[in-house]
Nanobody, 128 residues
Framework: QVQLRESGGGSVQAGDSLRLSCAAS????????MGWFREAPGKEREGVAF????????YYTDSVKGRFTVSQDMAKNTLYLQMNSLKREDTAMYYC?????????????????????WGQGTQVTVSS
């Protein structure tokens, strides 16, 4: 069983940076997919960034492309989301999720994936 726990959220001003962490336990192999999602009041859950652990391939939604970077540190069993140039529109509860998929495309939003393991979330608030 994979367990995830997010941390690193906080309240910052527009233009600032934050790095979210997702500590994972229970992994026995690579080749699965992890994603960062966010939920903001009045908005649907949005997939923000995804990484295919088998090869490190990444995907970003257009609204964060060029500003956010998802990465993994396998030695620390941790997934990161580096968020730069934060905007007020980035304010949301951020969650990491993980599951196993047959391909990277299968875990991306276009495939409407169902992630089985979720963290508790960490709040990011951006003021301007």
């Amino acid at each position: 069983q994979v367990q995830l726990r997010e941390s690193g959220g906080g309240s910052v001003q527009a233009g600032d940076s934050l790095r979210l962490s997702c500590a994972a336990s229970g992994f026995t192999n690579g080749g699965n997919c992890m994603g960062w999602f966010r939920e903001a009041p009045g908005k649907e859950r949005e997939g923000v960034a995804f990484i295919y652990l088998g090869d490190g391939n990444t995907y970003y939604t257009d609204s964060v492309k060029g500003r956010f970077t998802v990465s993994q540190d396998m030695a620390k069993n941790t997934l990161y989301l580096q968020m730069n140039s934060l905007k007020r529109e980035d304010t949301a509860m951020y969650y990491c999720a993980a599951d196993h998929f047959l391909s990277f495309r299968d875990c991306l939003p276009s495939s409407n994936p169902l992630f089985g393991t979720w963290g508790q979330g960490t709040q990011v608030t951006v003021s301007s």
